[in-house]
């Protein structure tokens, strides 16, 4: 479950509301056959850098807002909005990782947001990496209790992976690798699990079966799913409702 009610979600002092600052010109970006590489651009377009300036200057701090919206147990949510509408922003805040600029909200227990684009470095199985989330929170020294045991074994159960388990992760599908980024989440027992663009960069086959593994994980665990997506069509088949922002 969760429940939100007139949130704005954004960064203090409007510092991630910011653009890139306009002080390098690529080689050529504009076609300008004198314009080298490294040159501050205020130098070539003085009236562009100007206006860019005025509009990082008066960009304000919030980035999405107010929202106000409940989700049950068991929903799988999509999360769709254009590029800079404050999904990664949201998912943040849900998570507790920023604050609300205001409004409120409450998840009925533990939110996390599922880190997405993580390197498939070599020299790990699928249950090491599994693994590796638990002992962030034991202590890397510490050996895991037979519940933590046994919630890594359910974890990879749940995602399907048994048959991966001894498999080194530089060596699966990036979709089977997605699978275990879940799983990791699956072994805190979170009341909200988000995942932003999990399905990015992903092929077709990859990023359905990535879309189903979500919609069952909500239906079967009873847990609040929400993942941010670009791919509509996709993401409306295998949700059962949709924020739009």
């Known amino acids: ?48 850098a100007r206006s860019a300036a005025r509009q990082r200057s008066t960009l304000p701090p919030s980035v999405a807002g107010p929202l106000s919206f409940s989700f049950k147990d068991g929903e799988c949510v999509m999360l769709r909005g254009r590029n800079g ?85 530089s060596k699966i599908s990036d979709g089977e690798f997605q699978k275990a980024c879940i799983a990791t989440a699956l072994t805190k027992k979170a009341n909200v699990i988000m995942l932003d663009e999990p399905t990015a960069f992903l092929d077709v086959e990859n990023r359905i079966m990535v879309l189903q593994t979500l919609q069952r994980l909500a239906h079967e665990t009873s847990s609040t799913v929400i993942f941010s997506t670009h791919d509509i069509h996709d993401g409306a088949i295998y949700s059962d409702t949709v924020l739009a922002l």
């Open 1 to 48: 479950m969760i429940k939100a009610t007139d949130i704005i979600v954004g960064y203090p002092s409007g510092r991630a509301a910011s653009r890139p600052p306009a002080s390098i010109c690529p080689d050529r970006a504009h076609g300008e056959g004198d314009v080298a590489a490294g040159r501050p651009l205020a130098s070539i377009y003085p009236d562009r």
């Open 85 to 169: 509408s404050g999904k990664t922003t949201l998912m943040k805040t849900l998570a507790g990782l920023l604050k609300p600029l205001s409004g409120s909200f409450e998840t009925g227990g533990e939110a996390v947001l599922v880190p997405t684009r993580i390197p498939k470095v070599k020299g790990f199985t699928v249950e090491e990496f599994i693994r590796t989330g638990m002992l962030a929170e034991f202590g890397v020294f510490k050996r895991l209790d037979k519940r933590s045991e046994s919630d890594i074994a359910e974890a990879i159960s749940m995602m399907d992976l048994n048959a991966l388990s001894t498999k080194d992760i």
